[in-house]
């Protein structure tokens, strides 16, 4: 299980820039409430750890154990669906003992690490290409989502899925049937568009329909939380009015303007306490997390292992590109978490596993 390496094949720049978010993360939280400061500097602790600890356990491990990780996640998402705490209408969290667990955040890499051995597999046969192999992998991937989608997770569901999909490209998916299914699928999101317009629509619940309609028709469903963020955001300008500015200077978080700002709109505390120069320095930590995981996938000794750090560079950046997309309104109001930086212990410790295969994979470099 744990192997010899070597100390200079250890990624000290990924490892640095994820503890670096994480620590921000602490002070941004603290900013957008206090009541959650210490259960995430306790988060950030037991993260690092174990980053460290997986980042030491050969990769190849749960390549192999990728049957019963798919198995895990799925008894997860099950078991939320019977037994987890509603909120909001939606069943998403167990709890215990006053911590929350979210399946869903912890399924995103689980998924990363059943989908790198099981494209492996498909790789070795050739059947990346093959309707047998694409209709395999369309049914591994459709049930997990299918369940995260009965939460409603509608956000989850859309990340994983499109990390799925990148994956699957990574993996050598043919460009004839990328070009074919572009085709397929650009009409049926104009019909998908149609229809959850119509009053008797049963595919979406109506405040889903509500934020997709707010970002198409911003005038005619302005969407508060947004309008909030972007004023907050804007209200930093270039330098920001500081992590404590005091009671006298008026903010989103000491007004609280935005409901649950520690989570999925905290990117919107980061403009407004570190203004745009402190905006573009975490989007440009983001990107080098994002670029080192590429770096890593691009030097790994075989197609699991690129397809391991692969898939955890495109979880980061698509699920950054959405929240950050959110809080500045540029997209629907989807609820995710901006990596290492959100509130959320499941999420944070699931960012961790991710980061600490993906050190695993660097430091089983292929050699020339």
Same mark, same amino acid.
């Given at each position: 299980?744990?192997?010899?390496?070597?100390?200079?094949?250890?990624?000290?720049?990924?490892?640095?820039?994820?503890?670096?978010?994480?620590?921000?993360?602490?002070?941004?939280?603290?900013?957008?409430? +206090?009541?959650?400061?210490?259960?995430?500097?306790?988060?950030?602790?037991?993260?690092?750890?174990?980053?460290?600890?997986?980042? *030491?356990? /050969?990769?190849?491990?749960?390549?192999?154990?990728?049957?019963?990780?798919? !198995?895990?996640?799925?008894?997860?998402?099950?078991?939320?669906?019977?037994?987890?705490?509603?909120?909001?209408?939606?069943?998403?969290?167990?709890?215990?003992? !006053?911590?929350?667990?979210?399946? +869903?955040?912890?399924?995103?890499?689980?998924?990363?690490?059943?989908?790198?051995?099981?494209?492996?597999?498909?790789?070795?046969?050739?059947?990346?290409?093959?309707?047998?192999?694409?209709?395999?992998?369309? !049914?591994?991937?459709?049930?997990?989502?299918?369940?995260?989608?009965?939460?409603?997770?509608?956000?989850?569901? *859309?990340?994983?899925?499109?990390?799925?999909?990148?994956?699957? #490209?990574?993996?050598?998916?043919?460009?004839?049937?990328?070009?074919?299914?572009?085709?397929?699928?650009?009409?049926?999101?104009?019909?998908?568009?149609? #229809?959850?317009?119509?009053?008797?629509?049963?595919?979406?619940?109506?405040?889903?329909?509500?934020?997709?309609?707010?970002?198409?028709?911003?005038?005619?469903?302005? /969407?508060?939380?947004?309008?909030? $963020?972007?004023?907050?955001?804007?209200?930093?300008?270039?330098?920001?009015?500081?992590?404590?500015?005091?009671?006298?200077?008026?903010?989103?978080?000491? $007004?609280?303007?935005?409901?649950?700002?520690?989570?999925?709109?905290?990117?919107?505390?980061?403009?407004? $306490?570190?203004?745009?120069?402190?905006?573009?320095?975490?989007?440009?930590?983001? *990107?080098?997390?994002?670029?080192?995981?590429?770096?890593?996938?691009?030097?790994?000794? /075989?197609?699991?292992?690129?397809?391991?750090?692969?898939?955890?560079?495109?979880?980061?950046?698509?699920?950054?590109?959405?929240?950050?997309?959110?809080?500045?309104?540029?997209?629907?109001?989807?609820?995710?978490?901006?990596?290492?930086?959100?509130?959320?212990?499941?999420?944070?410790? $699931?960012?961790?596993?991710?980061? !600490?295969?993906?050190?695993?994979?660097?430091?089983?470099?292929?050699?020339?």
């Amino acid at each position: 299980m744990f192997k010899r390496y070597k100390l200079r094949d250890y990624n000290f720049i990924l490892t640095l820039c994820v503890i670096g978010l994480m620590v921000m993360g602490v002070f941004v939280i603290n900013s957008a409430d +206090s009541s959650f400061t210490m259960k995430q500097a306790i988060g950030v602790g037991g993260a690092v750890v174990i980053m460290i600890i997986v980042s *030491l356990v /050969d990769y190849h491990l749960w390549l192999k154990l990728y049957l019963v990780i798919y !198995g895990v996640g799925l008894v997860f998402l099950l078991a939320v669906l019977l037994f987890g705490n509603t909120v909001n209408n939606a069943t998403r969290w167990f709890t215990f003992g !006053g911590i929350t667990f979210q399946p +869903s955040e912890l399924m995103k890499t689980l998924m990363i690490l059943f989908m790198a051995a099981f494209l492996q597999k498909m790789i070795e046969e050739e059947k990346v290409s093959r309707p047998k192999g694409l209709l395999l992998f369309v !049914g591994s991937v459709a049930v997990p989502m299918l369940l995260i989608f009965r939460q409603p997770d509608l956000s989850t569901t *859309l990340c994983l899925a499109i990390v799925m999909l990148l994956m699957l #490209y990574l993996a050598g998916l043919s460009y004839k049937i990328i070009f074919v299914v572009l085709l397929i699928t650009i009409p049926i999101a104009g019909t998908f568009m149609w #229809y959850i317009q119509k009053p008797d629509q049963k595919l979406l619940n109506q405040y889903q329909v509500d934020r997709i309609l707010a970002f198409i028709y911003p005038s005619d469903y302005l /969407d508060s939380q947004q309008a909030n $963020s972007v004023m907050a955001i804007g209200s930093g300008q270039l330098w920001g009015k500081g992590l404590d500015p005091g009671q006298d200077v008026v903010t989103v978080s000491n $007004s609280r303007l935005i409901s649950e700002q520690q989570t999925d709109f905290i990117f919107s505390v980061i403009g407004e $306490s570190f203004g745009f120069v402190g905006s573009i320095i975490v989007i440009a930590i983001i *990107l080098l997390i994002v670029l080192q995981c590429i770096r890593v996938s691009r030097r790994a000794r /075989d197609p699991g292992g690129m397809l391991l750090a692969g898939g955890a560079a495109c979880l980061f950046a698509i699920q950054s590109f959405l929240n950050i997309g959110v809080a500045t309104a540029i997209l629907p109001n989807t609820g995710i978490p901006l990596p290492f930086i959100s509130y959320g212990l499941t999420s944070l410790i $699931s960012s961790a596993i991710m980061i !600490g295969v993906v050190l695993n994979v660097g430091l089983q470099p292929e050699r020339f």
